[in-house]
């Protein structure tokens, strides 16, 4: 059995310091994200939250902050009961120089088996990943009804 | 051929600002196929029963398969056999199949390589590569106009895996 994770590799025409400032400001999360924000302030071993709409829905730390290669923070969802009983899993971007592209590979894992998380996070990455190359790409984030992912309690 | 059988192995999603109808397109056109798949052109017969053929750049044939579900503009699924000797023989058929779906103002299209059999990760690591760029390369194609240039090494860890099995690789 191989441990539950999730992978996603994408390819995007933008520079990697472009690319990084998407993965780690605001004002683009924002626009890509569902409306999210990222709070910390990137020093490693520093908190770090995911804020939609004004609600903090994940918490955890940064653990990696390597510019404009290697990003990596932990990740607690904390907006149930259920959820908060799921220890953090880990978050990895690794951005590759590739021609006039990146390469973006997204690592999500440290889930515990049967874990509840990974079915919705597996759900979520591809919207929010597409949305984000759209927005470098041609200018505009995609437009996806949170509902349109089929995730439980993400409406 | 019962399809039943068949696991997924690799699973790929990715969310396109374009229509239902045009992204049904770019997967079953050669004339969109050879900007986003690296030249090769995609030739369908599109209906059940129908031929489904993937020609490499210098024409010659690369997968050849059948189509075995046919739903436009939804769903797509066909046999995507690459054109090896003793490459079915010895792995089974490949199932691959396409799922578009209208979500808001985009199109989640979903792409599954299913399986009759366990494959290893040493031969699943050829279409792990090789789909998001394929994939990465028709979102930006039908977004912006312009396929990705992407540079693909060859995939040396899953030809390694079939020489050593004793599949015929270029």
Same mark, same amino acid.
């Given at each position: 059995?191989?441990?539950?994770?999730?992978?996603?590799?994408?390819?995007?025409?933008?520079?990697?310091?472009?690319?990084?400032?998407?993965?780690?400001?605001?004002?683009?999360?924002?626009?890509?994200?569902?409306?999210?924000?990222?709070?910390?302030?990137?020093?490693?071993?520093?908190?770090?939250?995911?804020?939609?709409?004004?609600?903090?829905?994940?918490?955890?730390?940064?653990?990696?902050?390597?510019? +404009?290669?290697? &990003? /990596?923070?932990?990740?607690?969802?904390?907006? @149930?009961?259920? #959820?908060?009983?799921?220890? $953090?899993?880990?978050?990895?971007?690794?951005?590759?120089?590739?021609?006039?592209?990146?390469?973006?590979?997204?690592?999500?894992?440290?889930?515990?088996?049967?874990?509840?998380?990974?079915?919705?996070?597996?759900?979520?990455? +591809?919207?929010? &990943? /597409?949305?984000?190359?759209?927005?470098?790409? @041609?200018?505009? #984030?995609?437009?996806?009804? $949170?509902?349109?992912?089929?995730?439980?309690?993400?409406? | 051929?019962?399809?039943?059988?068949?696991?997924?192995?690799?699973?790929?999603?990715?969310?396109?600002?374009?229509?239902?109808?045009?992204?049904?397109?770019?997967?079953?056109?050669?004339?969109?196929?050879?900007?986003?798949?690296?030249?090769?052109?995609?030739?369908?017969?599109?209906?059940?029963?129908?031929?489904?053929?993937?020609?490499?750049?210098?024409?010659?044939?690369?997968?050849?398969?059948?189509?075995?579900?046919?739903?436009?503009?939804?769903?797509?699924?066909?046999?995507?056999?690459?054109?090896?000797?003793?490459?079915?023989?010895?792995?089974?058929?490949?199932?691959?199949?396409?799922?578009?779906?209208?979500?808001?103002?985009?199109?989640?299209?979903?792409?599954?390589?299913?399986?009759?059999?366990?494959?290893?990760?040493?031969?699943?690591?050829?279409?792990?590569?090789?789909?998001?760029?394929?994939?990465?390369?028709?979102?930006?194609?039908?977004?912006?106009?312009?396929?990705?240039?992407?540079?693909?090494?060859?995939?040396?860890?899953?030809?390694?895996?079939?020489?050593?099995?004793?599949?015929?690789?270029?």
């Amino acid at each position: 059995m191989s441990k539950p994770e999730f992978v996603y590799v994408t390819y995007i025409e933008t520079t990697p310091e472009k690319l990084w400032e998407a993965l780690t400001s605001s004002e683009f999360s924002r626009r890509y994200w569902f409306n999210t924000e990222l709070k910390t302030n990137w020093k490693v071993g520093s908190p770090f939250a995911l804020v939609m709409n004004g609600t903090t829905t994940d918490a955890g730390e940064v653990l990696e902050f390597d510019r +404009p290669r290697r &990003l /990596s923070y932990t990740f607690q969802h904390v907006t @149930s009961e259920d #959820a908060r009983k799921e220890r $953090p899993t880990k978050v990895v971007f690794n951005l590759e120089p590739h021609g006039k592209l990146v390469k973006l590979i997204l690592t999500h894992e440290d889930f515990a088996e049967g874990s509840k998380l990974l079915s919705g996070i597996s759900r979520g990455w +591809p919207a929010i &990943l /597409s949305s984000l190359k759209s927005l470098l790409e @041609s200018g505009t #984030a995609l437009l996806i009804p $949170p509902s349109a992912l089929g995730i439980e309690g993400f409406e | 051929m019962n399809i039943d059988h068949f696991k997924p192995a690799i699973v790929y999603t990715i969310y396109i600002a374009s229509t239902p109808e045009k992204v049904w397109q770019a997967l079953t056109s050669s004339e969109f196929s050879r900007k986003y798949f690296f030249g090769f052109a995609v030739e369908a017969e599109l209906k059940v029963g129908g031929a489904f053929i993937v020609r490499a750049p210098d024409g010659s044939l690369h997968i050849g398969g059948e189509v075995l579900e046919c739903d436009p503009p939804r769903k797509l699924t066909i046999t995507w056999n690459v054109n090896w000797p003793a490459l079915v023989e010895k792995l089974g058929p490949t199932l691959v199949t396409y799922e578009i779906a209208p979500a808001g103002g985009a199109v989640r299209l979903t792409m599954t390589e299913a399986h009759d059999r366990p494959i290893d990760d040493d031969i699943l690591s050829g279409g792990r590569q090789g789909w998001p760029a394929i994939l990465s390369s028709l979102k930006s194609l039908l977004e912006t106009g312009a396929a990705l240039a992407i540079k693909m090494e060859p995939p040396q860890r899953m030809l390694a895996a079939l020489k050593q099995m004793g599949i015929g690789t270029p």
